[in-house]
Each structure stands twice: as C-alpha cells, then as structure tokens.
C-alpha cells in the first residue's frame, strides 16, 4: 500500500486514542498529525501534534492539508458543558461540519467520523437529533468517501471518570443479547480499529456503519 498522512480530531477521547494508536503503529502510515486544542503527551517520531482554535475553519483547512485520511472522534457531554444546549451544538455540529467543509476545500476524498446509534434529525431527543442533523449536513457537502460511524454505548476506560457510564458499562451488556443489534454496547478500539479498516478500503460515497458492520470490520 502506498505511505499516507493522516490527521485525527478528538485523539485524547476513548476512540480517538485508540485510533492514533493504531495509525502509529501502521507501516504503511507516514504521518500521524493530531488536531488538539491543548497540547498532549503522546509521543512518536511519526506523531505531529498542532494546537488549534477547532471552531475556526480556516485554523482547520491549514492543519489538515497535505493529510490523506481524516478522522474525528469529538465530542462532549451536556455536563461537560452545564447543559448548555448552544455550547453542546457548536463544539458537536459546527466542528464536524467544519472538518467536513474542509476536506472538501482541499480535495481530501476521505472523512470518517463517530455518530451515535439512533442518530435522527426526526427525533425528539436533543441529542439523538442533533446527531441526525450532523450525519445529514455532512453528507450534502459531496466528500467523494464519507463514513459515518454509529456505536451506541462504548466500552473502554477513560481518562475522564463518568459515573453514569461506569454503570452503565456494567449493567448494559448483560441485556445485551436483548436488546437490538445497533444499540448493543461495542468496545471502543473495535470501534478505531473500523475506521481505520474501512477507510483503507476507499469505498465511494456516504456509508452508514452500525454495530454489525463496526464488528464485521475490526
């Protein structure tokens, strides 16, 4: 396969760091920028880490270009920001749309971000719907492959403690044979393991992956 650059948005989260991990790690892989808004710790002779402002797109149109693959696994939480609906939706939807709107400015034919299972700009959930609007807007900007991954509840250990989560990640997968195939808890490296298989693949147009397909291709 031929050397590549990728860039990673959201490379300190749960999937994000798996996923750097993992671009490192690929021979075929030349370069591994991180896009973060502070400075981080992980090191690599391949590892480039640029601290930016992520809600300015011109900020992000400079940092990515040269990158072969982009990947993003932002995101928040509604306590991280007090609940602040307005301050949820610009760091969820105005960055994603911002690193889509970008790859399209510079010819980058490859995005592939994380969704949620049951995204739906129909629904009446605050999150679920604002998820829909995002896999919706960026799928109208006409990047050549988009991959829109959708896990529901992700197994892994994080830096930042959730308490909810923790439970959650307990009790959850023994109701995981009930429960419906997209919204079965996933680990979070099966998860950046997909992304970077998938987009390996250079598959043409949007895709929708769920729990099945995250599973079939890690």
Known sequence: MKKYTASVFGSTGLIGSYLTSILIKDPSCEKVITLTRKKTDIYSPKLINKVIDLSKLNNIKESI??????????????????????????????MTINIAKACKEKNISSFSYVSTAGADSNKKSFYLNLKGEIDDEASRIGIDSLSIFRPSLLLGQRKQKRLGEKIAQLIMPLFAPLMPDNYKPIRADLVAASMHNISMQNVSGTKIYQFNDIKLNS
């Open 65 to 94: 270009e040269g990158s072969n693959y982009i990947y993003s696994a932002l995101g928040t939480t509604q306590s991280q920001v007090n609940y602040n609906k307005k301050l949820y939706r610009s760091i969820d939807y105005d």
